[in-house]
Every structure is written in C-alpha cells, then in structure tokens.
C-alpha cells in the first residue's frame, strides 16, 4: 500500500519560514517526480513545485525565490522549505507522487499552513 504522510504545517506570522516533510513508501519515491501543491479555500489546488528522481526542480512563479524543494532517496523524504511567507500562502498543503511513466498519482493527506499578517 502506498503512503505519503505529509508534516510540518502550523501558524507562523508573515515573513517567517516553515519546512513541510513528506515520507512516501520505498516502492514508488526513487522512481516517482515527487510534487507539493496547495489548496486555499474557495481555490482550485495549484502546483507549487516538483522534483523529478534525478532531482529536477519547477517552481510556480507566485514561490519562486522564497520556496526550495529537495528530496533526499535515502531516507524516500521530499521537503519543502519555505521562506519569506506571505498570508497568501496560507492554505491546505498536499504531497504528491507521480511515478514516472506509469501515469499513476498518490496524495498524502495535507497539512495546513496559516500565514497571519
């Protein structure tokens, strides 16, 4: 069974930073393009970044410069390290895994991030 458990999320003020983690099954990380993306309420869910298994990375253009996304094999984890919130950022924040080739997404269960100004 695949898994993606998603931590990290909570209250910071604007300005501040916070770091998601998601840890995906061994089965499928090393060979998936794993993703975060974010759902505000009312909004449709957004990509906010992605990286392939060699590490690739794309950004939404509203995070560029403020958000990084890394992966690390070893341990199946994708983080997310976010600098420079803003309380437009606020919103529900979801891990994905798309395996490569195979059209096939998992999701995690999301994590809320509150930005207050």
């Known amino acids: 069974q695949v898994q993606l458990v998603e931590s990290g999320g909570g209250l910071v003020q604007a300005g501040g930073s916070l770091r998601l983690s998601c840890v995906g099954s061994?089965?499928?990380?090393?060979?998936?393009?794993m993703g975060w993306y974010r759902q505000a309420p009312g909004k449709q869910r957004e990509l906010v970044a992605t990286?392939?298994?060699?590490?690739?990375?794309n950004y939404a253009d509203s995070v560029k410069g403020r958000f990084t996304i890394s992966r690390d094999n070893a341990k199946n984890t994708v983080y997310l390290q976010m600098n420079g919130l803003k309380p437009e950022d606020t919103a529900v924040y979801y891990c994905?895994?798309?395996?490569?080739?195979?059209?096939?997404?998992?999701w995690g269960q999301g994590t809320q991030v509150t930005v207050s100004s």
């Open positions: 994905n895994a798309n395996v490569v080739g195979l059209k096939v997404d998992y």
């Open positions: 990286t392939t298994p060699r590490s690739t990375t």
């Open positions: 061994r089965s499928i990380f090393s060979i998936s393009t």
